[in-house]
């Protein structure tokens, strides 16, 4: 059996493998192999890792022993010799939690099992909170998680609005009045377990790579509009998060020399100003009619289609992602984007080029952080 239809692929590693990184490199593997396919062999996984068989042996014996991989009895079938022995990855050896903060009104925070399924979801509504009460919200989602959970947690994933640098820290979150905010140390400290921070698009587009469309590309961009726009990259398989951790942050950036809307930022006729989901709910309830709102939707997919040309020409990437509100994203705003690229790029080299929303919905970011807890400790996702 695969996983999530078969549309699980795992991200390329960052980094090189040092020897004395070697084994963890190795257990990742094999789990990796388990987390897309259940019942597979020791002697499968040693043909598809390139490993040794007796590398394998010994790494399957460690891992059965941590309760990570079980033993699903004898493959069936008419091969001579000693039927093989299947394994599988144990899904509930740990739980861990996700949290999606980048909603405006609530706060979203699940457990999941280590495939990926959501067992428990909670949400707390966030009303005006700011600065240390909307952290308490955070801390009083989590111990409501904790309190019912009876397989030990492997981490916690947190997707949030804004600037996230390397260490889990927000830097600036200005919804959320929270800046320079330390949120992985702050959660690892009361908790006691390993805490993963990523901005939300970033969170977003690692579930879009490994759960999303089964024949997505490895190079893809995630647009996520909502109360403001961000932007998530895998680029040859790897996420970007750039040298100051703000890759991805196409919302404040001007589009055009004609002026536009006022931003929230003070700047006219930024990608947000354009195209925020709020902006352009509003714009519709002033049309006259249909053909008014098409005309006004497709207005705001040419501003969104302007900006991503040159990041679509510069990076040859292959696929766009759009998640948000579908009755406003779905038709003519996407229509409009794409046309708007083609015709700004050359044709034969991003002919393949293709947009299509998220299959994920309004999970996608629950998911991404589930994600982030995943390859940050077991190596797989
Ligand atoms: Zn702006």
Redesign the pocket.
Known sequence: MTRAGGGLRGLRPTAKVLPEHARSHNRSLVLQQLYRTEGLSRADIARSTGLTRVTISDLVGELIGEGLITELGQREDARPGKPATLLALNVHAFHLIGMDLSDKVAFHAARFDLGGTIIERISAPRGTAVGEDALEIVYALVERLLRDETSPILGIGVGSPGVVDGEGRIRTAPNLGWHDLPLRDLLAERFELPVTVANDANAAVLAEHTFGSQDAASDLILIQIGAGVGAGLIVDGAPVSGSRSAAGEI??VVVGTDGGPR???G?DG?V??WVAAGRLAEQLEQAADPAAAEALLAAAGERLGIALAPVVGVLNLSEIVLSGPTTLLEGAFADAVLETIRQRTISDIHAELTLRMTALGQDIVLRGAAVLVLSGQLGVS
Do not use: F, L, S
Request: glycine letters at 12%.
């Open positions: 919302g404040h931003c929230a930022c700047k930024c947000e100003a």
